[in-house]
């Protein structure tokens, strides 16, 4: 059974930084490229990044392009975040999320983490 | 940069009843076009991939239709595990990678 267990959410002020990882088991990590999505209190789903199986390449939303860093270690079977400047409006529930396949967005995503909040506010 | 518009933003149904929900892209997307349901306090789930292709384990009361510019998302019969919100997603499109509808709210 695929499981995500994302961690590393928290209360931040503005212009901090932070950082989130998350767990995988239950599938071979390295052979999926993966995501970090989110969604802010009340509204939708926001894709934030993604890293293809082999840190090829990666890519980011236009919203934090410049301010966050995707990353991930097969090895250990772990997928980061690396968030910095953090603005009010990136409080949200931050979801790691596997790929269906290899390659960024190839594919729909077809397994969540539970979640991690992030607030930042002063 | 491609936009998905789910409409309604909200529906108000019935169990038992059937209801089909849309989503339109601002360009053709041929068929990569997959659907989740999230239900408050979960992680969304994967319903519907290659706009009609139900991932495992999704009851057959669900069903996607469309290619192009128009999808729908069809649940017959309703139960009370439906009501949710219910996303499309575009993907093949890297850059710049997902794009999301913002939900449609399937209330009693």
């Known amino acids: 059974e695929v499981q995500l267990v994302d961690s590393g959410g928290g209360l931040v002020q503005p212009g901090k930084s932070l950082r989130l990882s998350c767990a995988a088991s239950?599938?071979?990590?390295?052979?999926?490229?993966m995501h970090w999505v989110r969604q802010a209190p009340g509204k939708g789903l926001e894709w934030v990044a993604g890293?293809?199986?082999?840190?090829?390449?990666?890519g980011y939303a236009a919203a934090v392009k410049g301010r966050f860093t995707i990353s991930r270690d097969n090895a250990q079977q772990s997928l980061h975040l690396e968030m910095n400047s953090l603005r009010p409006e990136d409080t949200a529930l931050y979801y790691c999320?596997?790929?269906?396949?290899?390659?960024?967005?190839?594919?729909?995503?077809?397994?969540w983490g539970q979640g991690t909040l992030v607030v930042v506010s002063s | 940069e491609i936009v998905m518009t789910q409409s309604p933003a909200t529906l108000s149904v019935s169990p038992g009843e059937r209801v089909t929900l849309s989503c339109r892209a601002s360009?053709?997307?041929?068929?990569?076009l997959a659907w989740y349901q999230q239900k408050p306090g979960q992680a969304p789930r994967l319903l519907i991939s290659?706009?009609?292709t139900r991932a495992t384990g999704i009851p057959a009361r669900f069903s996607g239709a469309g290619s192009g510019t128009e999808f729908t998302l069809t649940i017959i019969s309703l139960q009370s595990e439906d009501f949710a919100v219910y996303y499309c997603?575009?993907?093949?499109?890297?850059?710049?990678?997902?794009?999301f509808g913002q939900g449609t709210k399937l209330e009693i």
């Open positions: 239950g599938f071979t990590f390295g052979d999926y490229a």
């Open positions: 890293i293809n199986w082999d840190r090829g390449s990666v």
């Open positions: 360009q053709s997307l041929t068929s990569d």
């Open positions: 290659g706009a009609s």
């Open positions: 999320a596997k790929d269906s396949g290899r390659h960024i967005a190839a594919g729909p995503i077809d397994s």
């Open positions: 997603q575009h993907y093949n499109d890297w850059p710049p990678g997902y794009t």
